[in-house]
């Protein structure tokens, strides 16, 4: 089992950065993916971002530019610095975790971020 504790959400005005994190514990060991998801109310969830245990990221079109993932593997904490916030980046960003020696994935309990106009 792997648990994970996300941190960082809040209010935001558009143009401004927030930086979300999440630490995972519990049985972490061999090659894992960790990233970022988000839903907006009566949209389904999407990908943010990702990046693997060897450092490929991955970006939605929508973030890509804007947003930088990175990981800190001594800590099991992924990290995701969003900057140029538009109100549309509104949604609860989920923690994601994709353990690939048994192919479970895990979530986050979410964090809200909001872009105020």
């Known amino acids: 089992q792997v648990q994970l504790v996300e941190s960082g959400g809040g209010l935001v005005q558009a143009g401004g950065s927030l930086r979300l994190s999440c630490a995972a514990s519990g049985t972490i060991f061999g090659a894992m993916t960790m990233g970022w998801y988000r839903q907006a109310p009566g949209k389904q969830r999407e990908l943010v971002a990702t990046i693997t245990s060897g450092g490929i990221r991955t970006y939605a079109d929508s973030v890509k530019g804007r947003s930088i993932i990175s990981r800190d593997n001594a800590k099991n904490t992924v990290y995701l610095q969003m900057n140029s916030l538009k109100p549309e980046d509104t949604a609860v960003y989920y923690c994601?975790?994709?353990?690939?020696?048994?192919?479970?994935?895990?979530w986050g309990q979410g964090t809200q971020v909001t872009v105020s106009s």
């Open positions: 994601y975790y994709y353990a690939s020696y048994d192919g479970r994935q895990y």
